[in-house]
């Protein structure tokens, strides 16, 4: 079982900048490719970033390219989204996942293993 905790949302202006974190339980951390999802009000939640157990690999939604940065630190079972440049379209509830399958993680998401409950993220115009 794993247990992930978002922290690090709030309110912030056009153009600024956020670091998410998720905090996760267990002794297996590296063996989980871990990613950062959001959901707009009234809107489906969305895959954001994702990287893999090692950190070696990562991968990242379009709109968010060159804006946010993942990342992850094995020893202290946490994992990161740096998020800059945001736009009032970035509003939303992030929330963390974790699931020892790639593919899973980055391209079924009703079958994602574990997820935070998410923190909340608002950016002004």
């Known amino acids: 079982q794993v247990q992930l905790v978002e922290s690090g949302g709030g309110l912030v202006q056009a153009g600024g900048s956020l670091r998410l974190s998720c905090a996760a339980s267990g002794r297996t951390f590296s063996s989980y490719a871990m990613g950062w999802f959001r959901q707009a009000p009234g809107k489906e939640r969305e895959f954001v970033a994702a990287i893999s157990g090692s950190g070696g690999y990562t991968y990242y939604t379009g709109s968010v390219k060159g804006r946010f940065t993942i990342s992850r630190d094995n020893a202290k079972n946490t994992v990161f989204l740096q998020m800059n440049s945001l736009k009032p379209e970035d509003t939303a509830v992030y929330y963390c996942?974790?699931?020892?399958?790639?593919?899973?993680?980055?391209?079924?998401?009703?079958?994602?293993?574990?997820w935070g409950k998410g923190t909340l993220v608002t950016v002004s115009s």
């Open positions: 996942a974790a699931d020892p399958s790639w593919p899973v993680l980055t391209g079924i998401r009703d079958a994602i293993h574990y």
